[in-house]
T-cell receptor, first 113, second 115 residues
Framework: GDSVTQMEGPVTLSEEAFLTINCTYTATGYPSLFWYVQYPGEGLQLLLKATKADDKGSNKGFEATYRKETTSFHLEKGSVQVSDSAVYFCALSGPEYGNKLVFGAGTILRVKS | DVKVTQSSRYLVKRTGEKVFLECVQDMDHENMFWYRQDPGLGLRLIYFSYDVKMKEKGDIPEGYSVSREKKERFSLILESASTNQTSMYLC??????????????FGPGTRLTVT
């Protein structure tokens, strides 16, 4: 079935380091792709999205590009801050999924000062 | 901004009690969802609803029921709470965006402990 695979965490980085969190997907159609972030003790927030191949989503210094040829949507940030410590979820959705979200398992990011 | 609110942030109930978790959204979204989140298991869909009085089972509906009497409100009911229902419960809502995507907007979550 369709699925989303994320790199396992936790990912531990020092402040100002470069961040990559890998996300790959398997899908029969052409889904939209999302990154959600969950800060400690809170619900999920939409971080960024992309709706078609080669689209780049960006927000708060984070970026991800929809790569159809590699079925990937890796999250990147050039310089992380302690406040970026959270759990990051990659997800896909679309009409063929009844507009439900298919989530990855989540990746814990810890940023040390 | 879309706002999804949940009735409680923290809840402690006893085994066998009937538990109601309430979720309200203020953006006139058609779709609403209930998830539970457990360490190592990620997010799992319990129930969802595409319209008033409509409900669909998600991946783990056993032990739960839902009610959607009004468009803005979606309630999750634990008929007889058990300790294995101790979890974080997240509500979400969605409607098509201007780009046609169905991103979901989440509430802050209810951490339920069943003793």
């Amino acid at each position: 079935g369709d699925s989303v695979t994320q790199m396992e965490g936790p990912v531990t980085l020092s402040e100002e380091a470069f961040l990559t969190i890998n996300c790959t997907y398997t899908a029969t159609g052409y889904p939209s792709l999302f990154w959600y972030v969950q800060y400690p003790g809170e619900g999920l927030q939409l971080l960024l999205k992309a709706t078609k191949a080669d689209d780049k989503g960006s927000n708060k210094g984070f970026e991800a590009t929809y790569r159809k040829e590699t079925t990937s949507f890796h999250l990147e940030k050039g310089s992380v801050q302690v406040s970026d410590s959270a759990v990051y979820f990659c997800a896909l959705s679309g009409p063929e999924y009844g507009n439900k979200l298919v989530f990855g398992a989540g990746t814990i990011l810890r940023v040390k000062s | 901004d879309v706002k999804v609110t949940q009735s409680s942030r923290y809840l402690v109930k006893r085994t066998g009690e009937k538990v109601f978790l309430e979720c309200v959204q203020d953006m006139d979204h058609e779709n609403m969802f209930w998830y539970r989140q457990d360490p190592g298991l990620g997010l799992r869909l319990i129930y969802f609803s595409y319209d008033v009085k409509m409900k669909e089972k998600g991946d783990i509906p056993e032990g739960y029921s839902v009610s959607r009497e009004k468009k803005e409100r979606f309630s999750l009911i634990l008929e007889s709470a058990s300790t294995n229902q101790t979890s974080m419960y997240l509500c979400a809502s969605s409607s098509p965006s201007t780009s046609g995507t169905y991103e979901q907007y989440f509430g802050p979550g209810t951490r339920l402990t069943v003793t």
